[in-house]
């Protein structure tokens, strides 16, 4: 064992405290994936993260994700939560205002505005499409609704395995007490618009079986973004909402790209806890 730079950082709230917590380790060097599992498992976080050098030639670090029960290929509040801690630590990108980081799912772009602020460039949908039928009365049963409150749904895989459904309301949302225990394997995001005018274009909530309610989710975030682009349900820049049900203040910021069907996903990220562990 030695003592390695590490810190906790809340990421998509410009609240402290009120946004997703994240733990980075930031030298993994020389841990085994054993090593890993066990301090995530530790850290008993919804994700922990940890900093290696990178195996390809335009990477500025390399990130490994991992939940208390495995590796995820990525995920997006680790992905700013990392980037923000190690920029903190004295990483020093290739480009200023770009940083590049290498996952298990390719390479991410992170974009860093004049102000500091940090957005990750969404990746490309695995799976997109409707959602079957069977699969969709699963999902109605698990969140409690009738199938005639869906006024949308599609897959939006990008690494997670996303399925989101479009309710008419943000309250109608805000509303839902899901039976966990009826997910399955399912990993259900729940998006519902505010009347506009409103702080926030959206609400959303994110379900994950085994876990429970995740508090603010860059990964479908970003998905749930590219299918709102795509059905011309946005046109410009939205900040949505999340974690309002468990207490938290999630503002997640989206805007679309030069890219087709391509979007910008940032927030705050605060440095809560810095120092050093043990591993």
């Not at 602020?117 to 049963?141: M, Y």
């Not at 949302?173 to 997910?183: M, N």
Request: proline share 7%; glycine share 10%; net charge negative.
């Amino acid at each position: 064992m030695r003592t390695r730079p590490f810190a906790q950082v809340d990421v998509f709230s410009p609240v402290p405290y009120l946004g997703n917590p994240l733990a980075v380790i930031l030298d993994a060097t020389d841990l085994t994936d054993a090593d890993l599992q066990r301090i995530a498992r530790w850290t008993n976080l919804s994700e922990t993260t940890f900093v290696l050098a990178p195996t390809v030639e335009y990477a500025d670090y390399r990130v490994r994700i991992f939940t208390p029960d495995g590796e995820l290929p990525f995920a997006g509040h680790p992905t700013l939560g990392t980037a923000h801690a190690w920029l903190e630590n004295g990483g020093t990108p290739r480009c200023p205002d770009v940083i590049v980081q290498e996952c298990a799912d390719g390479l991410v772009r992170i974009h860093r505005s004049s102000a500091g602020e940090l957005a990750f460039e969404a990746p490309e949908t695995t799976r997109s499409g409707p959602v079957s039928e069977a699969d969709l009365k699963r999902i109605c049963t698990a969140l409690g609704i009738d199938r005639a409150e869906v006024v949308d749904h599609q897959w939006v895989m990008n690494g997670p395995q996303w399925v989101a459904v479009m309710l008419s309301s943000a309250s109608r949302v805000l509303e839902l007490r899901p039976d966990l225990s009826a997910l399955g394997e399912l990993e259900i995001g729940v998006v519902g618009p505010y009347p506009e005018g409103s702080e926030c274009a959206w609400e959303l909530r994110a379900f994950i079986a085994g876990i429970g309610e995740d508090p603010v989710t860059g990964s479908l975030n970003a998905s749930v973004g590219q299918w709102l682009l795509r059905t011309d349900r946005m046109a410009g820049p939205y900040t949505a909402s999340q974690g309002t049900v468990l207490g938290r203040a999630g503002r997640v910021r989206v805007t679309p790209t030069a890219v087709r069907e391509n979007v910008l996903v940032g927030g705050t990220v605060t440095t809560m806890v810095r120092g050093s562990i043990e591993a």
